[in-house]
């Protein structure tokens, strides 16, 4: 097999140096019942390796073949040739945690310069090297918070946020004996401000609002800064679509005491949603509580500036079952790829992306309310995604918009209630005129009208040739 | 940028000096009016419709740098990195083995780089499938019911293990009190048993190394949720008495959860379904190849027998009787989200790809791990001390006994190891060898550099008996010297702050 090394005669020498007659006497000890060889087909060679996934891929409608509009969570914004090529550089893609900071110094050095971006953004004091992805990156902040609010037992969550997020919560929550209370948005889209103080009591540890919201709508962190710190307990501002920090006043503006959510939409590829870039930021008075791996500057033997690791005691290969955090590891190289995207954006950059894509989210949440029948049922401020009300069911309609080439936008109804409404995000990606193709499609309600139903599969991106199907297993 | 320009002024007088490593922060690069990036033209109206109040102004700090400055800083950052296409990485517990390039190549398709997870079902049966896939092939290789895939790394799939215990406990009368774990474990057993509301008790070792069942008998009770064990364990040796320990656990009803970390050993060659084990996390990032990243991201999907099935985290990747798949998120009995959409859809591109590539020959890779590992054995046994002389699979724990008598300890082995061109092993785990070094140098790996490993090992021994100044005050050839780790703890730098 290609990618094992030794030999036929290598193996034999190995054999006789350990003075063993065959590899089989090395698995004596795994009883004789339980061996069993895989049912799997034969070895594939590369070019089969990429016919196989080739196919697979073919199936997927993607941003770069469709009008796209799909957000909720993970946006479709600019990733720089740079940001991903750099990515393949060995040095980076196979070199494990940096432990070793001798030999490990740029890994460190970027995590710094990543944590410096996070914190510039979030207008917070520390933050950390990454967590997995935004759902639980919020329960790392809300875990957080109860450390710092000791016998605690209750987190304040508005609905506005994600509802993955709010599920996650409450999976870890189950079994470590906190529970979630939940505060309704108002009509206009925004957290019920009266609502959220009344729900804040003694026993609240956090108090966490999304910015812009699940429904795209802005909210100001400020109400839940206000409603935590009347009664001791800690505000946490959670962020899904991070381009808004460069447009938006910051959590820490706002009097947030700790940041988390999604980095995806700087410098990391959708990924069909992973892996993607959990964040996390704090006021320096509570960084001894941070969760997960952090990157502190340093000298060495030398007196040179150097990078490592550091409060690693509080982890749990060293503190086992008394760790801040069950999280091992942190997305080294997302965190890489954005560090990489923030620094080449930097300060106008950034900003650009995020006022182009308010423009024309702007733009078509207008053209959208122009059409009879349809309606913007959110009269709060957004950012770049909105909720559109139709007059049908949303589901049905945007798997035949897909079909035609438009990813039009996400159905609420895989959540909640409400049949009729679902999400649009723009981004600077969009183009104008397949934002009034969009529209046009919307106001045919994708009758059949013009275009031509396209089966995906066939719009590909390898010219006309149709890619067969195969199956991996 | 001082200290660059001296590097380079010593380079230029001393052609034996190394190359300069001091790379400045890309915030000490940035110059003001400077643009690395373009956009397209705006084709809207300009506009903000958001409360002035809810803007910020401009963000202070944030770089100003062209492309070029970017492609240098990070390229020069990058050889200041240790990598497996470098040499040999020999992190126990870690395996880090060779990373295919072709799966990272498939990765980028568009179909998965771009494709999103909310698309309408019609038009994702291409990722729905490879889900579904890399399903079966784990399941197949281990033996068990079903496969969540959902968990971002392996200490979350432990998490979601032990959370699936929970509630197939609760439903049966109570969800019990304790988690069972040998002293040998990961330190993410404790704290994962710990997130899912469970007192920890540690079982001692064995004088082999493995779990004493007279140890196991007494403390497996009906308060027991599960046992937590490492096959084979940490010091690299299989519990050869698996059978028996399942049928302990089993008798008072509880779940024996295996952490997969070390899998790389016997894939392909048994299955744990069949030992017994009931639930089982992998690190797609370890057995599976993909790439470590410097840290992440990883992938830590969870095989579960048939008892455990109802509880696995929502949603779950179906197929129709007419072939098509769909989301299942309608799951009563489910523990719920570990995080959002399906898990790190990029790591199963690479799996599918990896698994692909060995197919039913995928017992080569724990053959030639257990060989590679044998064979350094063989070659450092009396060099280094060896407190557990059990067979030895895929890793092999030495410590560094003979040398303290000449001030010598694990770490500086470690760091000297460095000046030789290699990664250190890990040191200092597991706990219960004391000075460990814990060497695991897996399949990916000829003959030829396992020689030249075995030959610096032997050669610090040397070192460490004649000049042990040398090995303490090693590594001497890194970017930097050794890093004043206890100096970055007390005196907390974690970022850079713009001048005001």
């Known amino acids: 097999v290609k990618f094992l090394p030794i030999s036929d005669s290598d193996r034999s020498e190995m054999l006789r140096a350990i003075g063993v007659s065959s590899i089989e006497d090395l698995f004596a000890s795994i009883p004789a019942e339980v061996r069993h060889s895989p049912n799997l087909p034969p070895p594939l060679s590369e070019i089969e390796v990429r016919r196989l996934l080739g196919s697979l891929a073919a199936r997927n409608a993607n941003a770069r073949e469709s009008a796209f509009f799909l957000g909720a969570g993970i946006y479709n914004h600019y990733v720089s040739a740079i940001a991903d090529q750099m990515l393949y550089r060995a040095e980076w893609l196979t070199s494990y945690t940096p432990y070793q900071p001798e030999v490990s110094q740029g890994t460190l050095q970027s995590i710094f310069e990543f944590q410096t971006h996070i914190c510039l953004l979030t207008g917070l004091d520390v933050a950390n090297a990454s967590l997995y992805e935004g759902a639980s990156a919020l329960v790392e902040a809300l875990l957080m918070a109860s450390r710092l609010c000791r016998g605690r037992r209750r987190a304040v969550l508005s609905a506005g946020i994600h509802p993955e997020y709010r599920e996650t919560v409450r999976t870890y929550f189950s079994s470590l004996g906190f529970t979630s209370i939940e505060v309704p948005v108002k009509a206009d889209g925004r957290t019920d401000e009266n609502a959220l103080a009344a729900a804040v009591d003694d026993d609240t540890f956090a108090v966490a609002i999304q910015s812009p919201n699940f429904y795209g709508v802005v909210e100001d962190w400020q109400i839940g800064s206000r409603a935590a710190h009347q009664k001791g307990a800690l505000s946490v501002a959670v962020v899904a679509e991070a381009v808004s920090m460069a447009l938006l006043a910051s959590p820490g503006e706002r009097g947030a005491d700790i940041a988390c959510g999604e980095g995806q939409s700087l410098g990391v590829p959708m990924h069909l949603g992973g892996p993607v870039l959990g964040i996390l930021a704090c006021r320096a008075e509570h960084e001894r509580q941070i969760p997960g791996r952090l990157v502190g500057e340093t000298r060495d033997a030398e007196g040179r500036r150097a990078f490592c690791l550091t409060l690693s005691t509080r982890e749990q290969h060293i503190r086992r079952e008394r760790a801040t955090s069950n999280i091992c590891t942190n997305q080294g190289l997302m965190a890489l790829a954005s560090n990489i995207h923030c620094s080449l954006l930097g300060k106008r950059g950034l900003r650009e992306v995020a006022l182009q894509s308010h423009a024309k989210a702007e733009y078509l949440k207008g053209e959208i309310a122009k059409i009879p029948a349809w309606r913007i049922p959110f009269e709060g401020p957004t950012f770049n995604e909105f909720v559109v009300e139709g007059p049908e069911p949303a589901a049905p309609l945007l798997s035949r918009l897909a079909r035609r080439g438009i990813l039009a936008g996400v159905p609420l109804s895989r959540w909640e209630d409400s049949a009729n409404r679902f999400l649009v995000a723009a981004t600077e990606m969009n183009t104008r005129e397949e934002m009034d193709r969009l529209v046009a499609a919307l106001r045919d309600r994708a009758g059949g009208r013009g275009d031509r139903e396209v089966p995906h599969g066939d719009t590909g991106g390898t010219g006309d040739r149709k890619v067969p199907r195969r199956e991996p297993f | ?500």
């Not at chain 2, 992190?91 to 060779?98: A, E, V």
């Not at chain 2, 959002?340 to 591109?349: H, P, R, S, Y």
């Open chain 2, 1 to 500: 940028l001082s200290v660059e320009i001296e590097e380079k002024a010593a380079a230029i007088r001393d052609p034996r000096h190394p190359e300069p490593r001091h790379e400045p922060l890309v915030f000490e690069r940035s110059g003001e009016g400077k643009v690395g990036y373009s956009l397209p033209p705006l084709d809207v109206p300009e506009t903000v419709a958001i409360p002035a109040a809810l803007l910020r102004a401009e963000i202070a700090g944030e770089t100003e740098i062209t492309e070029v400055e970017v492609a240098r800083h990070f390229t020069r950052l990058s050889k200041l990195n240790f990598s497996i296409d470098q040499d040999l990485y020999p992190l126990g517990s870690c395996t880090m083995k060779h990373n295919p390039r072709v799966n990272e190549e498939v990765a980028r398709l568009p179909g998965f780089a771009a494709a999103h997870p909310l698309a309408p079902e019609e038009v994702s049966q291409g990722a729905l499938e490879l889900a579904w896939s890399l399903e079966r092939m784990l399941s197949e290789l281990t033996g068990l019911a079903r496969v969540t895939l959902q968990p971002a790394a392996g200490a979350q799939g432990e998490l979601a293990g032990i959370l699936m215990v929970r509630a197939a406990l609760t439903k049966r009368g109570g969800p019990r009190t304790t988690v069972l774990i040998p002293d040998s474990a990961h330190g993410t057993n404790p704290a994962s048993a710990h997130f899912a509301g469970y007192k920890v008790r540690e079982l001692k070792s064995n004088a082999r190394g493995t779990l004493d069942l007279h140890v196991l008998e007494e403390a497996m009770t009906e308060d027991v949720a599960a046992l937590m064990l490492t096959v084979p364990n940490t010091l690299g040796i299989f519990e050869n008495q698996i059978l028996e320990i399942a049928r302990i656990v089993h008798a008072k009803g509880g779940y024996l959860y295996c952490d997969g970390a070390n899998f790389n050993s016997f894939v392909g060659i048994a299955k744990p379904g069949a030992m017994g084990i009931d639930v089982m996390h992998m690190n797609l990032h370890k057995t599976f190849s993909t790439p470590h990243g410097g840290g992440g991201p990883g992938a830590g999907p969870v095989a579960v027998a048939g008892s455990l099935v109802p509880f696995l985290p929502r949603p779950t990747v179906e197929r129709r009787a007419d072939g098509s798949f769909f989301l299942d998120h309608d799951r009563p009995e489910s523990i719920g989200r570990l995080r959002t959409f399906l898990g790190n859809f990029g790591m199963f591109v690479r799996a599918l790809a990896y698994i692909s590539s060995y197919g039913n020959r995928i017992g080569e890779v724990a053959r030639g791990a257990v060989l590679n590992a044998n064979y350094i054995r063989a070659g450092l046994t009396g060099v280094y001390h060896l407190k557990y002389d059990a067979p030895t699979m895929h890793e092999v724990v030495f410590s560094d006994k003979k040398q303290t008598a000449w001030g010598v300890h694990a770490m500086d082995i470690g760091k000297r190891l460095m000046d030789y061109g290699f990664h250190p092993p890990t040191i200092s785990f597991p706990l219960i060898v004391y000075g460990a070094l814990m060497i695991e140098p897996t399949e990916t790996e000829s003959k030829s550099g396992l020689d030249a490993f075995v030959a610096a090992m032997r050669e610090i021994a040397r070192e460490s008996e004649e000049e042990p100044q040398i090995v303490k005050t090693a590594p001497h050839t890194t970017p930097v010297r050794r890093v004043d780790e206890v100096g970055a703890a007390r005196n907390l730098v974690l970022r850079w702050k713009p001048e005001s």
